[in-house]
């Protein structure tokens, strides 16, 4: 069993940054891949970014190169680091986890799923 909490989320203006963090408790974290989700009132929850154990990572189009994904297998966490943020980033983001190596963006491929933090960005 993985339990995920995330915490970081905030109201920023645009072109600011944000990082999210996301602390698994569990001994297998560091075989789980990872994931970003993020969803806004009545649409389907979205991928954002992922990482597998060996630091491989995947990012949605929308995101590429202004997010980044890590993660600290001693500690058992992963962060997203959001720059240039834009309105339309505005969401509650979902720290995921997948008991597999392989890096899948459907949120059917995840198991766990922590409880979200909002993301609030101002124009």
């Known amino acids: 069993q993985v339990q995920l909490v995330e915490s970081g989320g905030a109201l920023v203006q645009a072109g600011g940054s944000l990082r999210l963090s996301c602390a698994a408790s569990g001994r297998t974290f560091s075989s789980f891949t990872m994931g970003w989700f993020r969803q806004t009132p009545g649409k389907e929850r979205e991928f954002v970014a992922a990482i597998n154990w060996n630091g491989i990572t995947t990012y949605a189009h929308s995101v590429r190169g202004r997010f980044s994904i890590s993660r600290d297998n001693t500690k058992n966490t992963m962060n997203l680091q959001m720059n240039s943020l834009k309105p339309e980033d505005t969401a509650v983001y979902y720290c995921?986890?997948?008991?597999?190596?392989?890096?899948?963006?459907?949120?059917?491929?995840?198991?766990?799923w922590g409880q979200g933090t909002q993301v609030t960005v101002s124009s």
């Open positions: 995921a986890a997948r008991s597999s190596s392989s890096i899948l963006t459907g949120r059917y491929d995840y198991n766990y």
